[in-house]
């Protein structure tokens, strides 16, 4: 019962580095998203996919790029990070097409960007 | 655009009261709306939703929220907290103009005393 998974956990970066999270879920969703975490704030989408080959901008797209090669995997990168980037990042999956049905979780990755 | 607001950030309640954690929303058509409980360095977990039908929507770990169309509200409830009940919880809500977007309020902290 993995579910979604994110890889890494944690990490720090140095401002101007790049890097790629990855998001796999073995639940044959169609949809999957990126969020970032900051206190006071809820969750904001980064970007999302409604299949593979596909990707739309979220509420906070900027300095972030995604891709959807296959349907399991969600990648985020970061080009050259920042420290406003600093945030813990949540990949979710669900069901597409049918908007009343949840969203799953991955366990968080914890990023630093000093 | 839609929006989920939870205007407390903090909610206590001793152990055994009943507890209520807000909800409001704002959405175009009718909305399908969720709530999400996060524990420490936890990914969130799905609680409950409301799609249609019975404006009262029971969950896991005995919550149950109510729907109330003339207010925009979804209240989260629990008539007997429990200590294991202090988390971050969120609300959120999907609607026609937001595609399968999932809009996620700030959070509240539910801490339960003994």
């Known amino acids: 019962n993995a579910g979604v998974t994110q890889t890494p956990k944690f990490r720090v970066l140095k401002t101007g580095q790049s890097m790629t999270l990855l998001c796999a879920q073995d639940?044959?969703?169609?949809?999957m998203y990126w969020y970032r975490q900051d206190p006071g704030m809820g969750l904001r989408l980064i970007h999302y996919s409604v299949g593979e080959g596909t990707t739309a901008k979220g509420e906070v797209p900027d300095g972030y790029n995604v891709s959807r090669l296959k349907k399991q995997n969600f990648l985020l990168g970061l080009e050259s990070a920042a420290p406003s980037q600093t945030s813990v990042y949540f990949c979710?999956?669900?069901?597409?097409?049918?908007?009343?049905?949840?969203?799953?979780f991955g366990q968080g990755t914890r990023l630093t960007v000093v | 655009a839609q929006s989920v607001a939870q205007p407390e950030d903090q909610v206590n309640v001793a152990e055994g009261n009943p507890l209520t954690v807000k909800c409001t929303y704002s959405?175009?058509?009718?909305?399908?709306l969720f709530w999400y409980v996060q524990y420490p360095n936890r990914g969130l977990q799905f609680l409950l939703k409301?799609?249609?039908?019975?404006?009262l929507v029971k969950g896991s770990y005995g919550f149950e929220a109510e729907f109330n169309k003339s207010q925009t509200s979804f209240h989260l409830k629990k008539p007997s907290a429990l200590v294991s009940d202090s988390a971050l919880y969120f609300c959120a809500v999907r609607g026609r103009e937001g595609g399968n977007m999932l809009t996620f309020g700030g959070g509240t902290r539910l801490m339960v005393k003994p």
């Open positions: 639940m044959n969703h169609e949809y």
């Open positions: 409301y799609i249609t039908g019975d404006n």
């Open positions: 979710a999956s669900s069901y597409g097409g049918v908007m009343n049905t949840e969203a799953f």
């Open positions: 959405v175009s058509g009718n909305p399908y």
